[in-house]
């Protein structure tokens, strides 16, 4: 299992969330986290180009149910996944706020830069 760290702002985005919600995101990621990197063997889903935004690096965790995207960003050197946005957004949006993050933080979204929760 890959070690899960939280952005500043994804830790600020969890708590809107009722108590039900936060706990299928969790448990998301963390599932996840046993195997973050793209198919066939993991359950990675790679952005790269995303309505005209170069997410390239990035892959997305999409609960359809309850309406919610996750974007991350992988660490190889200790595998870090790095949680980077938790949105109720649509894709578009959520996209757009992973680029605000990028341009804030660099390549340093692919480092082991954030918190645990």
Sequence with gaps: MWEIKFSKEARKALPVFDNVIQKQVLAGIKKVSKNPLPNPDGYGKPLGNKGGYN???????????????????????????????????????????????????????????????
Excluded: P, Q, W
């Design 55 to 117: 997410l390239t690096g990035f892959f997305k965790i999409k609960y359809r149910d309850i309406g919610i995207r996750v974007v991350y960003s992988l660490t190889h050197s200790g595998e870090i996944m790095n949680i980077l946005v938790i949105s109720k957004r649509d894709d578009s949006a959520c996209y757009e706020e992973a680029v605000k993050l990028y341009e804030k933080y660099g390549d340093k979204v692919f480092k082991d830069i954030f918190d645990n929760l």
